[in-house]
């Protein structure tokens, strides 16, 4: 609008300086469209408001359509003259105004796009939540999947052992220690009610004769050879003492183990046979001694290993555990080792383990009567009524030729027990 303003001043101004020169102060070099009566001779400036409130026209005019076309001449009032151009300022005028135009026009087509335009595209947000959700959704199946499979296939434990039962016995009250579960303890050590032996009393079963020696072959045998096997040789002492020992007579075989031992004092068989008196009697720190004067002798000696070590579980269960398991596997054929060590397990309540290491003890001597009735008393912890009659049957019968440190009588009890509808 400045520029407009400008060029019309511009143009006035050539007017009046234009006026002299010619001599005809009111002449013109354009006439007016429809020139008034009574203004042949002059005609006058046109009206400046009246020119500017026409181009504002002009511009609004030009503004509301809806492309861009050439102005429509403002209209002419009948009593209002249109203003006459001059042809000195008309091309920078008309220039300015195109100019001007233009620019009015870009700022309103850039004001309606603002109005009326579409919103920013969001498609791309949309999408990208879209495919979140789905992802979100397919980690959630997946997951649920993996739990029904989970549920449908459980995983198959271990079979574990049979469940060791702390206190199975029937409801019927046992007055011997046959009743409660039998510990292997020491008879003479614990009351009448722990049927179950520390030290068992055959320790020196394992040496029937306990001076047994086979006679060497012959030198000068010919070929084939052959194998003759005479009676050996015992001590008359020493089974005179073990006679007294399967009879329950500690005082006549200890004086018979007393002389053998004085005659030597290294005799393993009688310092097992004493240290086996010693147990049942309640003496373990003699029979400890004797059985250490045992290894002394016989260092790898399993019987001496296994009594010392039960004798040693008393106090630290886990310590003779450990020293059994060791004596087992370079001995493992060692009965009494492996009833020592089900005796180990029996002192914990663990019946399962101590079940297994009686049958083991049984593979070196099957008519041991305190070994059948560990395993007996240990099946009976188990719950496994039929294996405990058995067993127990077979200690009775066991005992009726061997001397036995079990309860015969609480163990013929706990049978008639067991029989019972």
């Given at each position: ?133 789905v ?50 303890v ?5 009351p009448?009610?722990q ?9 020196t ?34 089974e005179?003492?073990?006679?007294a ?13 007393d ?105 070196s ?57």
């Open positions: 609008m400045s520029l407009l303003m400008d060029a019309l001043k511009k143009a006035e101004e050539a007017k009046r300086n234009a006026a002299p020169a010619t001599g005809a102060p009111g002449e013109l070099s354009l006439e007016p469209v429809s020139p008034q009566p009574g203004s042949q001779g002059q005609s006058p400036l046109p009206n400046l408001d009246d020119h500017l409130a026409t181009v504002d026209a002009d511009l609004a005019a030009v503004a509301a359509s809806p492309a861009p076309s050439p102005a429509a001449p403002p209209p002419q009032s009948s009593h209002q003259p249109a203003p006459p151009p001059t042809p000195s300022v008309a091309p920078a005028a008309a220039a300015d105004m195109e100019a001007e135009r233009q620019a009015a026009r870009n700022l309103f087509n850039a004001k309606l796009a603002a109005g009326n335009g579409t919103p920013p595209n969001r498609n791309k947000l949309w999408l990208a939540l879209g495919a979140l959700a992802g979100l959704l397919g980690i959630g199946i997946y997951f649920w999947f993996q739990l029904q499979g989970l549920s449908q296939n459980p995983m198959i434990a271990r079979p574990a052992p049979t469940p060791v039962q702390p206190q199975p016995l029937p409801p019927a009250p046992m007055a011997t220690p046959i009743v409660a579960p039998p510990m292997p020491a008879a003479v050590e614990a009448p009610s049927p179950m032996p520390e030290m068992p009393a055959p320790l079963r394992e040496r029937p004769m306990p001076q047994e020696r086979q006679p060497a072959l012959p030198p000068e045998e010919p070929s084939p050879i052959r194998l003759s096997r005479g009676k050996p040789a015992t001590n008359p002492l020493l005179r003492a073990y006679g020992l399967q009879r329950e007579d500690f005082a006549a075989a200890v004086q018979d183990y002389k053998v031992l004085q005659a030597d004092p290294r005799n393993t068989d009688a310092l097992l046979g004493m240290a086996s008196i010693a147990g049942r009697e309640g003496q373990t720190a003699k029979a400890e001694a004797l059985y250490l004067k045992a290894l002394e002798a016989d260092p790898k000696n399993p019987v001496a290993l296994a009594g010392l070590v039960s004798l040693l579980g008393n106090g630290d269960p886990a310590a003779a555990e450990s020293r059994l398991k060791n004596l087992l596997a370079t001995q493992p054929e060692a009965g009494h080792a492996h009833f020592a060590l089900g005796n180990v397990y029996a002192r914990q309540g663990r019946w399962s383990e101590a079940q297994q290491a009686y049958f083991r003890s049984l593979a001597d099957g008519d041991n009567p305190d070994y059948l009735f560990n395993l007996a008393v240990s099946l009976d912890h188990l719950r496994q009524v039929k294996p405990a009659q058995q067993y127990y049957q077979a200690a009775l019968g066991a005992a009726a030729g061997r001397s036995a440190m079990f309860d015969k009588e609480g163990a013929r009890r706990r049978l008639q027990e067991l029989a019972a509808p």
